[in-house]
T-cell receptor, first 115, second 111 residues
């Protein structure tokens, strides 16, 4: 199947700093990418839908100024957690749909720890 | 952060037994359903999918059943192996491009 690469896989940052997470579709073009957050022992919660060349659509309760999403090309979307706090510590996962828009392929996730 | 007292449903089976994992959904407009397997510290891995015009689909050792009347989805794993131990999520989409995940079930396979 198609490959979605997420980087970094783990990151530890200090409170108040910003962290950028990259999501790349390696062998296909993705007009739409999705960002999820997953707390321990919980399901994946959709944060936002990222469309290439346009603004992201955020789910209710997700602060767009805190979680900045950029989808500058058909193979790359980035999520920047700004002014991170310990409560932002979580597992962040991206997924991408190819142009046919059927199956969603997931990255391996990024474990963010804010200290 | 994590909700206190929130635990994943769990299922424990013996190696070689069949496993059945269930999922309920609420959106009548959902027309595409997917089962994912998630191992610890990794992203979800596609297992099998089914569209709403079907009620059963089989893959290698896995079968998905869809009952639209009661909005119920199940995943059957035949001859469960230790490598099947993971958290299993159902996901649905319909009417929009968003994929909505269910709560998940933790499957433990005992040797």
């Amino acid at each position: 199947g198609a490959v979605v690469s997420q980087h970094p896989s783990r990151v530890i940052c200090k409170s108040g700093t910003s962290v950028k997470i990259e999501c790349r579709s390696l062998d296909f073009q993705a007009t739409t990418m999705f960002w999820y957050r997953q707390f321990p022992k919980q399901s994946l919660m959709l944060m936002a839908t990222s469309n290439e060349g346009s603004k992201a659509t955020y789910e209710q309760g997700v602060e767009k100024d805190k979680f900045l999403i950029n989808h500058a090309s058909l193979t790359l979307s980035t999520l920047t957690v700004t002014s991170a706090h310990p409560e932002d510590s979580s597992f962040y996962i991206c997924s991408a749909r190819d142009l046919l828009g059927t199956e969603a392929f997931f990255g391996q996730g990024t474990r963010l720890t804010v200290v | 952060g994590e909700s206190v007292g929130l635990h994943l449903p769990t299922l424990s089976v013996q190696e070689g037994d069949n496993s059945i994992i269930n999922c309920a959904y609420s959106n009548s407009a959902s027309d595409y359903f997917i089962w994912y397997k998630q191992e610890s510290g990794k992203g979800p891995q596609f297992i099998i999918d089914i569209r709403s015009n079907m009620d059963k689909r089989q893959g290698q050792r896995v079968t998905v059943l869809l009952n639209k009347t009661v909005k119920h989805l199940s995943l059957q794993i035949a001859a469960t192996q230790p490598g099947d131990s993971a958290v299993y999520f159902c996901a649905e989409t319909g009417g929009s491009e968003k994929l909505v995940f269910g709560k998940g079930t933790k499957l433990t396979v005992n040797p």
